[in-house]
């Protein structure tokens, strides 16, 4: 039987997040929910519309949730569930003022997907990211390596154009990488970071490099400075869904995601952003990447911030 993948959460995220996936046109179905009465199913519709055109077979499928659970039926047997649900930053705002009001839905949620999609790979975009993740798996009591989240593939993605379009390169020659926490303790790796395979730091000065990591760091709420209202969704989506594919395609990707960490880098008992590798059951293994001393001990600093943070999700 072909693949089943919800997206909870039909808002700017959650949207384009099912349309890059319906367009992958490896699953059979893509089921997107909201709490909004007729908001996913009149995106499905919009979507399915587009199969024509799009040339794809997937069917979306729209579904109304209620607040005790009602509607969760559609989700039935995901393989996959990406929780997009939730609040974005307002300019000014930090992602960490979202986690009163974020904790809440992210939990309603998560035991409505445990209810009814038990087995499922859960990827997690809402904000406050690393303690969101944390608490989608105390909620659905899933094994650690099958709730995982997204954020490093967008920190890198940022890094990777800004690189490219500093250098006038395609950006497919450019390779950056970023661990840690989605947020303030962001650790870019530059030792890892090469233009045609040749180190950045050959090709750019170190100021430079510095300005761009700062934009990195910032490049979510550049974004929503200039929107106004909500935040990005393009490049966060199509980092969710790249990580829903390598679990649909159990592809071992390695990827930058925010996983479970027992042990690696001397670190252990935290979610954290780290590279891993990604199949059908979520996390397969975290790859342990060579570090220069200054960046492993970002990366133990960033591990400890996000400790205590994830520590008090359990009673929200
Ligand atoms: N991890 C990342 O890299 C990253 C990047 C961008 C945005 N985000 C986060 O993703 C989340 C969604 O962003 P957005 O731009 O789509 O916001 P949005 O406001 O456009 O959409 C959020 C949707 O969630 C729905 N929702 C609220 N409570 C729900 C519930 N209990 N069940 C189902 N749906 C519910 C809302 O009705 C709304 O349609 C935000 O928390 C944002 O901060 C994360």
Redesign the pocket.
Same mark, same amino acid.
């Given at each position: 039987m072909g693949k089943k993948v919800t997206v /909870? *959460?039909?808002?700017?995220? *959650?949207s384009t997040t099912a349309q890059r996936l319906a367009e992958y046109d490896i699953f059979d179905t893509v089921v997107l @929910?909201? $709490? /909004?009465d007729g908001?996913p199913e009149g995106l499905a519709l919009d979507m399915n519309q587009s199969r024509p055109i799009e040339g794809f077979e997937t069917k979306v499928v729209g579904q109304t @949730?209620g607040p005790n659970g009602e509607g969760y039926e559609a989700i039935e047997g995901s393989d996959i569930v990406v929780i @997009? !649900? *939730?609040?974005?930053?307002k300019p000014g705002m930090s992602?960490m003022d979202?986690l009163g009001v =974020?904790a809440k $839905?992210v939990r309603? /949620?998560a035991e409505n997907v445990a209810k009814y999609a038990p087995n499922a790979v859960v990827i997690v /975009? %809402? =904000?406050p990211?690393d303690e969101m993740t944390a608490l989608a798996q105390i909620a659905t009591q899933f094994p650690k390596q099958r709730v995982l *989240?997204? !954020?490093g593939m967008?920190d890198t993605a940022r890094f990777s154009h800004f690189v490219a379009e500093t250098l006038a390169v395609p950006v497919a020659s450019v390779r950056t990488l970023t661990l840690g926490s989605?947020g303030d303790t962001m650790v870019p790796v530059p030792s890892q970071c090469t233009v045609n395979g040749k180190p950045l730091s050959e090709l750019l000065p170190a100021e430079k490099i510095e300005e761009l990591v700062v934009r990195t760091r910032n490049g979510?709420a550049e974004v929503v400075g200039l929107l106004k209202t909500? %935040? !990005?969704?393009y490049a966060?989506s199509a !980092?969710a869904a790249r990580m829903a594919r390598a679990v649909a395609e159990d592809s071992g990707a390695v990827l930058p995601v925010c996983a479970w960490v027992d042990g690696e880098y001397g670190i252990s008992g935290v979610y954290l952003g780290v590279e891993a590798a990604i199949g059908a059951d979520g996390v397969n293994r975290v790859v342990e990447t060579d570090l220069t001393e200054s960046e492993l001990a970002a990366l133990k600093e960033a591990a400890e911030a996000v400790r205590s943070k994830q520590a008090d999700v359990a009673n929200l």
């Open positions: /909870v *959460g039909a808002g700017f995220y *959650g @929910t909201d $709490i /909004v908001k @949730t @997009t !649900a *939730g609040l974005p930053r992602r979202l =974020n $839905i309603q /949620v /975009v %809402s =904000n990211l *989240g997204q !954020a967008l989605h979510g909500g %935040s !990005a969704y966060p !980092a």
